[in-house]
């Protein structure tokens, strides 16, 4: 602790008492104190009591002088600043009255300079003037009027708290009024200004301004004097108010001295035969025989340790000193200066000196102790004597720590938790309220604490609004955790009703007696509102409100269980908007949403109350007729396409023609199960659309035209799904150069493959028809370019494609059509790091002449980027080479049924070398596709065909690189067909 021996301290040093003391005792006890501490003399105390008021007197004049030369200062610089607004004046009349004369710019220059200083004192004047002024502001403009930089912050002051005072409320009025003839002033200036300026200056003119500069520094003459006579005015009744405002808080201050003083000395007086009366009181009392003593002689220093604190400490006789030392050298450092303190205060005070500290035994440990004494005082109040005892209290402060570790992590539990706990004593009476039961009650804890539940809040079954059974009685009355049943509300004092869960358990203490009941509520309002919200919009359209496929289907469930066992006859229809895509392309989406709304209605009022009405996506609608035969279902079919055929639809003042192609299946004619029922009422919808649109077709069984549409159909829906799961995988096929065949191939074809529902693989000519005919190609190219794309991008980040010269990625027709898919594509290549280069997009001969003009723009916008492209099946067509010059294409792949037999068939051979001379010339290279065997590879050569692709070449396999072949690995995403 570094302490000097503390009887030196008690006798000689100076102690500064608490200010807990001081409040206590008031100025008096405080300034004896100091004087007895500081050793003055018994008179010179009491002189010191007597003059420490005058003192304080004495500070607060200097305070008032100090203020009243400020004022005055303030006052001198609003005189000076006169005299430098007086002297620009006339300087900028001198000057503006020579410009007339000499027309020199710098005549004019000058008086604006001039002008400036009586303009910064305005500008300082209104900003001061202002409610909420900028003082930074003000200060600029005080020294653009040539102000002292050290007046002006008195300035603003005078200007600030002496504004509405008589005499200074008239001199800025003659300010204000100066202010305007500077205005004034400065308008004229400029008039003659651009008048001079003038390629003919109007001297008639320029005399009529320069007289009105004559008239008003003219005016401007009394109105400077007037200042100065008011700013001499407001000097002097400033200085007579400071005078006045000075005797009277000065002889104010003198009396308030007196009075404390007087009373300061009756403290004084009482405060020393108090302390006479008690200095040879001293408590040597100890508490249990299992204390240690010991008493300190303040005045010599010695210490007496009783043999009970050696033993505390683990020391023997003579083991430990007789100063205090032996005390401060044992204590811990973290403790010594918060015992120094609490010893000061005794020593100052007198309080009684409880301490709390650690010291070091015998064995190297530290051990917590209380030390409690008192202390005797002289005749002086100097203390010369203390005693007192030492206890140990190690486990106590262990026991302290972890009850405070468990009561602290216990609240932080409460407090953070969302749900609402309350605890209450065996009475019922609340005890505790965490934050959020306050929120969910309405009520503070310290309000709530001590009431009953009943008297806070009440809990109200939800289906019966009776009140619930009471769940602390529950509690206490059966020993065990009790759950309350679901549908509780708990209503509030202010009448809001919160739905919530409810459960309460015992509070038992160690003997596993119950002492209390814990509450616990948690609000389920959002939970309850949203699952109702979900419900429903699980099972009804956000558009139309109708119920959506899925619940149209559990209906439709239910009506084929009901046929089965009952033989109750009912019928589905199926309704496909004929002309909602033209409305869409024509009046955009808000159209469409409102046509589809208008429909609904349309619908939903020509059919019975127990039908089911529901829309089942985009444009589709679903009916369920329960209960209705046959005929009559065919009846309601038509009489809904023709509601539809008679309602056109008006929008953006067109008028558009809606019809609706229906599809009736009567359940009847089953037994189906519920997606037979949906496959049969899509593919008669799709055959009503077929034979010309806006009609009804009823579905029958054998009917072999809708057998096939409905096995199309169901490959539609294979796709979908096979899109959606993932189970589309691309294979690469080598096409190897027969111009270089020792060179490794770095030119491949991406081809399509399906995994069907068991993991096998689906031939492309099983899906792609189904695809092409229900326009799902564009789906797939997506799907399949961005796959290859991504794919390729990996491996060129891994460094696995350093050999790829041409990757062929096969586009449908469709695509090829799509402006929306091209720029889709260009994005893709932009974005995705891939040489367009090394990208080769084939397209089929018949989709290419098919849509002749839209596959040269689509060719030509790729080509741009620097893809390439392939002609495929080239020579299948009839009119192969008449539109061949047409099309921008790098590469020609001979039809495969050429290739095939051309070893046995010399036509065939006849066709492959004519295609091959006629790419060659065009300057186009050529690709023999269906190359199978050694044979048919060693003619091509003969032939001159640059490239050759077949399983003769090398068979599919998955795309990507694997440990032995240096090709790409699967991906994600891929190529179209096959």
């Known amino acids: 602790?570094?302490?000097?021996?503390?009887?030196?301290?008690?006798?000689?040093?100076?102690?500064?008492?608490?200010?807990?003391?001081?409040?206590?005792?008031?100025?008096?006890?405080?300034?004896?104190?100091?004087?007895?501490?500081?050793?003055?003399?018994?008179?010179?105390?009491?002189?010191?009591?007597?003059?420490?008021?005058?003192?304080?007197?004495?500070?607060?004049?200097?305070?008032?002088?100090?203020?009243?030369?400020?004022?005055?200062?303030?006052?001198?610089?609003?005189?000076?600043?006169?005299?430098?607004?007086?002297?620009?004046?006339?300087?900028?009349?001198?000057?503006?009255?020579?410009?007339?004369?000499?027309?020199?710019?710098?005549?004019?220059?000058?008086?604006?300079?001039?002008?400036?200083?009586?303009?910064?004192?305005?500008?300082?004047?209104?900003?001061?003037?202002?409610?909420?002024?900028?003082?930074?502001?003000?200060?600029?403009?005080?020294?653009?009027?040539?102000?002292?930089?050290?007046?002006?912050?008195?300035?603003?002051?005078?200007?600030?708290?002496?504004?509405?005072?008589?005499?200074?409320?008239r001199s800025v009025t003659v300010w204000t009024a100066g202010d305007r003839y500077i205005a004034e002033l400065a308008d004229v200036g400029a008039r003659m200004h651009a008048v001079a300026s003038s390629r003919h200056p109007d001297e008639r003119l320029l005399s009529q301004l320069l007289g009105r500069v004559y008239a008003i520094d003219a005016e401007l003459s009394p109105l400077e004097d007037v200042f100065s006579i008011s700013l001499g005015e407001a000097t002097r009744k400033t200085k007579l108010l400071l005078l006045i405002s000075t005797s009277l808080i000065a002889t104010t201050l003198v009396l308030i001295g007196i009075a404390l003083s007087r009373r300061m000395m009756a403290r004084s007086e009482a405060f020393e035969n108090a302390l006479r009366l008690s200095e040879e009181r001293f408590n040597l009392a100890v508490n249990g025989s299992n204390d240690g003593l010991w008493d300190w002689n303040l005045v010599t220093g010695d210490?007496?340790?009783?043999?009970?604190?050696?033993?505390?400490?683990?020391?023997?006789?003579?083991?430990?000193?007789?100063?205090?030392?032996?005390?401060?050298?044992?204590?811990?450092?973290?403790?010594?200066?918060?015992?120094?303190?609490?010893?000061?205060?005794?020593?100052?005070?007198?309080?009684?000196?409880?301490?709390?500290?650690?010291?070091?035994?015998?064995?190297?440990?530290?051990?917590?102790?209380?030390?409690?004494?008192?202390?005797?005082?002289?005749?002086?109040?100097?203390?010369?004597?203390?005693?007192?005892?030492?206890?140990?209290?190690?486990?106590?402060?262990?026991?302290?720590?972890?009850?405070?570790?468990?009561?602290?992590?216990?609240?932080v539990t409460l407090a953070s938790i969302g749900d609402a706990v309350i605890t209450t004593d065996m009475r019922g009476l609340i005890e505790y309220v965490n934050p959020a039961a306050e929120q969910l009650i309405g009520c503070r804890g310290d309000e709530a604490r001590g009431l009953p539940l009943a008297a806070v809040f009440g809990l109200l079954d939800e289906s019966t609004r009776e009140a619930t059974p009471d769940p602390i009685e529950s509690v206490i009355r059966e020993g065990r955790p009790v759950e309350v049943a679901a549908n509780v509300l708990l209503l509030r004092r202010d009448?809001?009703?919160?739905?919530?869960?409810?459960?309460?358990?015992?509070?038992?203490?160690?003997?596993?007696?119950?002492?209390?009941?814990?509450?616990?509520?948690?609000?389920?309002?959002?939970?309850?509102?949203?699952?109702?919200?979900?419900?429903?919009?699980?099972?009804h359209d956000a558009l139309t409100g109708l119920i959506n496929r899925r619940e149209f289907e559990h209906r439709l469930t239910q009506a084929l269980a009901s046929a089965a066992g009952s033989e109750r006859q009912h019928a589905v229809l199926y309704l496909d908007l004929d002309q909602f895509k033209v409305v869409n392309d024509t009046c955009g989406h808000a159209a469409g949403d409102e046509l589809i709304r208008q429909i609904a209605v349309a619908l939903q009022q020509r059919l019975r109350e127990a039908d089911t009405l529901a829309r089942l996506g985009g444009d589709e609608f679903g009916v369920l007729l329960e209960n209705c035969p046959p005929g009559h279902a065919s009846r309601i079919?038509?009489?809904?396409?023709?509601?539809?055929?008679?309602?056109?639809?008006?929008?953006?003042?067109?008028?558009?023609?809606?019809?609706?192609?229906?599809?009736?299946?009567?359940?009847?004619?089953?037994p189906f199960t519920l997606a037979e029922v949906l496959r049969a009422a899509d593919a008669a919808c799709y055959m009503a659309k077929e034979k010309g649109r806006n009609r009804v077709q009823i579905y029958h069984p054998k009917d072999s035209e809708l057998s096939l549409r409905q096995g199309e159909m169901e490959w539609v829906a294979r796709i979908h799904r096979a899109l959606d799961e993932g189970r589309f995988r691309l294979y690469a096929q080598h096409i190897v150069d027969l111009r270089r065949p020792l060179r490794p191939s770095g030119h491949f074809e991406l081809l399509v493959r399906m995994i069907d529902e068991r993991g096998e693989l689906v031939p492309p000519m099983a899906f792609i028809p189904a695809a092409e005919r229900y326009n799902l190609m564009p789906m797939i190219d997506r799907w399949v370019v961005g796959t290859a794309l991504s794919t390729l991008r990996r491996l060129r980040a891994g460094g696995r494609v350093d050999?790829?010269?041409?990757?062929?990625?096969?586009?449908?027709?469709?695509?090829?059509?799509?402006?929306?898919?091209?720029?889709?594509?260009?994005?893709?290549?932009?974005?995705?790091?891939?040489?367009?280069?090394?990208?080769?997009?084939?397209?089929?001969?018949?989709?290419?002449?098919?849509?002749?003009?839209?596959?040269?723009?689509?060719?030509?916008?790729?080509?741009?980027?620097?893809?390439?492209?392939?002609?495929?099946?080239?020579?299948?067509?009839?009119?192969?080479?008449?539109?061949?010059?047409?099309?921008?294409?790098?590469?020609?792949?001979?039809?495969?049924?050429?290739?095939?037999?051309?070893?046995?068939?010399?036509?065939?051979?006849?066709?492959?070398?004519?295609?091959?001379?006629?790419?060659?010339?065009?300057?186009?290279?050529?690709?023999?596709?269906?190359?199978?065997?050694?044979?048919?590879?060693?003619?091509?050569?003969?032939?001159?065909?640059?490239?050759?692709?077949?399983?003769?070449?090398?068979?599919?396999?998955?795309?990507?690189?694997?440990?032995?072949?240096?090709?790409?690995?699967?991906?994600?995403?891929?190529?179209?067909?096959?």
Request: hydrophobic share 40%; net charge negative.
């Open 803 to 978: 050999d790829l010269e041409t990757c062929c990625i096969n586009l449908s027709g469709t695509s090829i059509g799509d402006e929306r898919f091209l720029e889709l594509l260009q994005d893709l290549l932009t974005g995705s790091g891939v040489p367009p280069a090394s990208i080769c997009f084939e397209v089929t001969e018949t989709a290419a002449i098919a849509n002749l003009t839209q596959a040269t723009h689509f060719i030509e916008e790729l080509r741009a980027l620097g893809c390439r492209f392939a002609l495929d099946d080239f020579g299948a067509g009839m009119a192969s080479f008449a539109y061949l010059k047409h099309l921008p294409v790098d590469f020609l792949k001979i039809d495969g049924s050429f290739v095939k037999d051309m070893l046995e068939d010399p036509i065939d051979r006849a066709m492959v070398e004519a295609i091959n001379h006629i790419g060659h010339v065009m300057g186009k290279e050529t690709i023999a596709e269906f190359v199978e065997n050694e044979q048919t590879l060693a003619e091509l050569r003969k032939v001159g065909v640059d490239f050759a692709q077949g399983y003769g070449v090398a068979k599919p396999v998955l795309f990507g690189f694997d440990e032995s072949t240096p090709r790409p690995q699967p991906a994600s995403y891929g190529a179209m067909r096959a």
């Open 637 to 670: 079919a038509e009489t809904l396409r023709q509601t539809l055929v008679d309602r056109p639809f008006v929008s953006q003042n067109r008028s558009f023609a809606i019809g609706a192609s229906v599809g009736v299946v009567n359940l009847a004619d089953g």
């Open 495 to 539: 009448g809001t009703e919160i739905s919530v869960d409810e459960s309460a358990a015992p509070i038992r203490d160690r003997s596993g007696r119950i002492t209390g009941v814990v509450l616990v509520l948690r609000d389920v309002s959002s939970e309850r509102q949203y699952a109702a919200k979900l419900s429903y919009q699980a099972s």
């Open 1 to 169: 602790m570094g302490w000097d021996s503390l009887q030196s301290a008690a006798v000689r040093h100076p102690l500064v008492p608490r200010q807990a003391g001081v409040v206590r005792r008031g100025a008096a006890q405080l300034a004896g104190m100091l004087a007895r501490l500081l050793g003055i003399p018994p008179v010179t105390r009491r002189l010191l009591l007597v003059i420490w008021p005058f003192l304080a007197i004495v500070v607060v004049l200097v305070a008032l002088g100090m203020a009243s030369v400020e004022v005055l200062s303030a006052g001198r610089g609003y005189v000076e600043g006169e005299s430098h607004w007086s002297k620009a004046q006339k300087e900028a009349v001198f000057f503006l009255t020579r410009y007339a004369a000499t027309h020199s710019e710098d005549d004019y220059n000058r008086f604006l300079a001039s002008l400036a200083v009586p303009q910064g004192d305005e500008k300082a004047r209104i900003e001061l003037d202002s409610a909420h002024p900028d003082f930074t502001l003000a200060k600029q403009g005080f020294i653009e009027g040539l102000n002292h930089p050290d007046d002006i912050p008195g300035m603003i002051w005078l200007f600030r708290h002496f504004r509405r005072v008589s005499y200074f409320d």
């Open 303 to 411: 210490v007496y340790y009783s043999p009970r604190c050696r033993e505390l400490l683990g020391h023997g006789d003579g083991e430990i000193g007789h100063d205090i030392e032996a005390l401060v050298s044992r204590m811990h450092p973290e403790d010594r200066q918060a015992t120094r303190t609490a010893l000061d205060t005794h020593l100052a005070d007198g309080t009684l000196l409880d301490a709390e500290y650690r010291l070091k035994c015998a064995s190297g440990e530290y051990r917590w102790f209380r030390m409690r004494g008192q202390s005797v005082r002289n005749d002086n109040g100097v203390p010369v004597r203390m005693a007192g005892s030492v206890t140990d209290i190690t486990e106590r402060k262990l026991a302290e720590v972890e009850l405070f570790t468990e009561k602290e992590r216990a609240q």
